[in-house]
């Protein structure tokens, strides 16, 4: 993928982030995921059925690349297993930090493939998958 394809899927998912809405149904179950040095905070909204992810929504302040992040994610993981999940947000963290990960199996997620160039935005990219995990973790524990 080339630089030019990975900015204009990085400001498509900012500019229209999918699933961006509140969530009052108690079902959904609420996890935040903040960076305390800088605007980056949002609240998850993950819907399980049994080990499937129904869904997935979002809402907070956060930086492009982090909104993009997260946006690109929640395309991902709706309807995968809980084994799927964590196997496509262990790809993205390898990816992330210049380890053995699998391009195909990250659809738009390869657009952050050089973020570990930018430490400082690395955090920002990992973030919601940091996120999603706990929640995952969390369910998985009950």
């Known amino acids: 993928m080339d630089n030019e394809l990975k900015r204009e899927i990085i400001l498509e998912n900012f500019q229209n982030p999918f699933n961006k809405e509140v969530v009052s149904d108690e ?3 609420k996890i935040n995921s903040r960076n305390p040095n800088c605007i980056d905070n949002l609240d998850f909204y993950i819907l399980f059925d049994k080990d499937i ?9 956060a930086c492009a690349i ?3 992040s997260t ?4 395309k ?3 309807g995968k297993t809980i084994k799927e999940a964590k196997d496509y947000i262990n790809n993205f963290h390898n990816m ?4 053995d990960y ?11 493939s050089e973020i570990y160039k930018q430490s400082n935005r690395k955090h920002c990219a990992l973030l919601p998958y940091n996120g999603i995990l ?9």
């Open 53 to 61: 992810i129904k869904d997935i929504k979002f809402m907070g302040e």
């Open 27 to 29: 079902s959904y179950k």
């Open 102 to 112: 699998d391009e195909e199996k990250l659809n738009e997620g390869v657009a952050f």
């Open 71 to 74: 946006s690109i994610m929640i």
């Open 134 to 142: 706990k929640a995952i973790l969390d369910y998985e524990n009950k």
């Open 96 to 99: 992330c930090n210049e380890l």
């Open 66 to 68: 982090s909104t993009s």
């Open 76 to 78: 991902n993981l709706i």
